[in-house]
């Protein structure tokens, strides 16, 4: 009785060891990839700056983050204002979350100073491979779907099943419209963060989505 009482401390001894062991290695190696992986989450967002504003000949303001109140839920979107080598104001690019088809759909918009949409790039999306996941591509300039130059300014942009203009990924609709959501809600925070004395953004009139 003895022998079997000793046999199990040891073996919870072992376990306990095991445990701190692994607890230690595993902090190891978070603490080490850490640095870079912030690092090049960094570089993929500056990049993305830089693609969707159209030019990398530009200098990027601290970010500003902004919390709006949408459908009784705060949603937070981050503003980096642009200028050019000679500060001049060239607008800003928004990153701005919503839930698509498969979870999270968080998109980074580039604004000009007239609040015209100068390019897209996905930073995160569960969407479906082959589907909804081709809303990388789908409404960059040249293609389908393309909002490249158009202005949620004017009217909100929505996809033609919904009487608007914007053709939806083929069997993503549901995708479409959080994309567009997402544009949407990221241009309203851009306008009511824009000094109208600096650009020609403006605020839209409230309008329910369809």
């Known amino acids: 009785m003895e022998k079997l009482k000793s046999s199990l401390t040891n073996m ?94 968080k998109v980074l918009v580039g604004f000009d100073t007239e609040g015209k949409i100068l390019g897209y790039t996905l930073l995160q999306h569960a969407e479906t491979p082959g589907l909804g996941a081709k809303a990388d591509t789908w409404f960059q300039k040249g293609q389908k779907g393309d909002i490249i130059g158009k202005s949620p300014n004017e009217k909100p942009l929505t996809v033609s099943k919904d009487g608007g203009e914007v053709d939806a990924i083929t069997a993503s609709t549901i995708t479409s419209r959080a994309f567009l959501k997402a544009i949407n809600q990221a241009y309203n925070a851009y306008a009511k963060n824009s000094n109208d004395g600096q650009t020609g953004a403006t605020t839209p009139s409230k309008q329910k989505e369809g």
């Not at 190891?28 to 990398?56: C, F, R, S, W």
């Not at 200098?59 to 500060?87: R, Y």
């Open 12 to 105: 919870v001894g072992v376990l306990v060891c095991v445990a701190l062991v692994t607890a230690g290695v595993l902090a190891m190696v978070n603490h080490i990839t850490e640095g870079p992986i912030a690092e090049k989450a960094t570089q993929t967002l500056n990049n993305g700056i830089k693609e969707v504003m159209g030019t990398d000949q530009l200098n990027v303001a601290e970010p500003e983050t902004i919390t709006e109140t949408i459908d009784g839920k705060e949603c937070e979107f981050i503003v980096h204002k642009a200028t050019d080598k000679n500060n001049k104001e060239l607008g800003a690019a928004i990153e701005t979350v919503t839930m698509g088809f498969g979870g999270d759909l």
